[in-house]
């Protein structure tokens, strides 16, 4: 078990890791010059994607989710030449929007990214996964309800982050 110390200075260090992720992100944005920089640069910004993704046009979009504290998941776009593009969160209510009842793991992991959470609950029975989001001044969950039998999205919610009210 760790003393109170070490803990205090880990969730520290964590909670430094975090803002320096969120504020290197907010850099790249201002940075980063679409056509003009390379994938290097990019790297060199914001570090190495959680998710590559290839498209049959020789681009690729790397996707850098700031979970589980954050609230982004940035897809930046790096074009065949190894151009940068663009970068946007994926985390909208536009994104949202775009979600249906059927769709598969792997479709709403390309639409949206790596999940925040994924949690099992085999009375109700289903499989939830969660990304945080900021809504506002507020933080939400938007949450996946999968069917465990066919394996696909059953239905959507928006939650409050259990995060943000904290003994709830």
């Known amino acids: 078990m ?6 205090t200075a ?9 803002a320096t992720l969120a504020g290197c992100d907010y850099i790249a944005q201002k940075k980063l010059i679409a ?12 570090g190495v994607p959680t998710m590559v993704w290839d498209r049959a046009d020789g681009a690729r979009e790397w996707d850098y989710v700031r979970a589980p504290q954050g ?5 930046v776009t ?20 775009k979600t249906r009842p059927g769709m598969t793991g792997d479709e709403l992991t ?4 790596k999940p925040t959470q994924v949690e099992q609950f085999p009375l109700k029975p289903e499989v939830v996964w ?11 969950r938007f949450n996946a309800h ?23």
Do not use: C
């Open 71 to 75: 609230t982004e998941t940035i897809r």
């Open 146 to 168: 999968f069917d465990p039998a066919t394996g696909r999205a059953a239905r959507f919610t928006i939650t409050e982050d259990p995060q943000e009210q904290p003994g709830a």
């Open 35 to 46: 056509g003009q920089h390379s994938e290097h640069d990019v790297r060199a910004l914001m």
């Open 10 to 18: 880990l969730a520290a260090l964590a909670l430094a890791t975090a």
């Open 78 to 97: 790096i074009g065949a030449d190894g151009r940068y593009q663009g970068m946007e969160n994926l985390l909208t209510q536009a994104n949202f929007a």
């Open 110 to 113: 390309r639409l949206l990214s």
């Open 2 to 7: 760790l003393d109170p110390n070490r803990r």
């Open 130 to 140: 969660s990304w945080r989001w900021q809504d506002g001044n507020s933080k939400r």
